[in-house]
């Protein structure tokens, strides 16, 4: 099923409390944040910020994008109001911030692909020579009322999408490899240290730029991630094996997100055909946390 159409290069999808949905367009005439009604056939621009890439939504409603142009993480309203929290990290610019997500720490956990994105891909287009680049990948804590922020990982090669799992451990991917790493929760937060848990390519995948991009959890504990130019979605069992495998209309599908609960689905984008694709799945997504502050751990993502 198709829910809409007519995006250029969307990513980025969250479903709102009242069915609506938020997403990024990434293509060069709008670069903007997007909101789509919940029925899919009406949408708004909130607000251009240049190449927006990933989205989270905090507990009063605030959208924070992961910015790729100028990057920067930014801040942004409804109402379309939008501030630069962070340019850097440990006194290091941003090259490509990607994907973002809350913990259960009330942190905003965000990824940055480590290659200027201007070069990498000039016209939104994957360099074909993308191997010579020395992928510098990192992944990052935010404090979201200071706006400090630290760096727990880096040297993955294009860090993509992040998700916090039922375990509260931190799940990155990298597209080069398709691998995905576990970072486990301790008593002091997120470890640094970074473990494999499992890898998304297809033995019989074309060659070429592909890899993992966008992921989330379902309330098994299933990990569901949108491989880029593989055209699927690959379903991850809770030991890192590969479950199923979901085939998208499109070869490009570039981020997965649960619907509300009750619905037992997914909403799929994808650069291909310019679309969010729809699809029935077993149970609901395992609930987003929204950077209450000192929230308990509840074993939710």
């Known amino acids: ?155 993955i090669r294009f860090t993509n999408g992040i998700a916090f799992g039922p375990d509260l451990a931190l799940y990155a991917n990298e597209t080069l490899t398709g691998n995905i790493y576990r970072y486990a929760w301790t008593d002091v937060g997120v470890s640094a240290k970074r473990e494999l848990f499992g890898n998304v390519i297809r033995p019989d995948a074309p060659p070429g730029w592909k890899g993992p991009d966008g992921m989330a959890f379902d309330r098994n504990g299933e990990l569901y991630v949108a491989v880029f130019a593989q055209g699927d979605v690959t379903v991850l069992a809770p030991d890192g094996r590969v479950a199923r495998r979901l085939p998208t209309s499109g070869n490009l599908p570039t981020n997965v997100a649960f619907a509300l609960p009750g619905q037992h689905r997914i909403h799929v984008t994808e650069y291909e055909y310019g679309q969010i694709e729809s699809f029935s799945v077993d149970c609901d997504g395992l609930p987003l946390r929204d950077g209450t502050p000192a929230e308990e751990p509840r074993g939710v993502a």
């Open 1 to 155: 099923m198709i829910f809409a159409r007519g995006l250029q290069n969307p990513e980025g999808p969250v479903a709102l409390p009242d069915g609506s949905w938020l997403i990024v367009e990434g293509g060069a005439e709008r670069g903007c944040v997007t909101h789509i009604s919940a029925d899919g056939a009406s949408r708004r621009e909130i607000k251009k910020t240049g190449r927006p890439n990933g989205l989270a939504v905090d507990a009063g409603g605030v959208i924070w994008v992961a910015e790729s142009k100028i990057p920067s993480l930014l801040r942004l309203t409804m109402d379309g109001h939008c501030e630069v929290v962070a340019t850097e990290g440990d006194g290091e610019p941003f090259l490509f911030p990607n994907d973002l997500c809350f913990g259960p720490d009330g942190a905003l956990y965000l990824t940055d692909s480590g290659v200027d994105v201007a070069v990498f891909a000039p016209n939104n287009e994957v360099c074909r020579d993308y191997m010579r680049f020395n992928y510098d990948g990192r992944v990052y804590r935010v404090d979201p009322r200071s706006g400090s922020v630290t760096l727990l990982d880096r040297g």
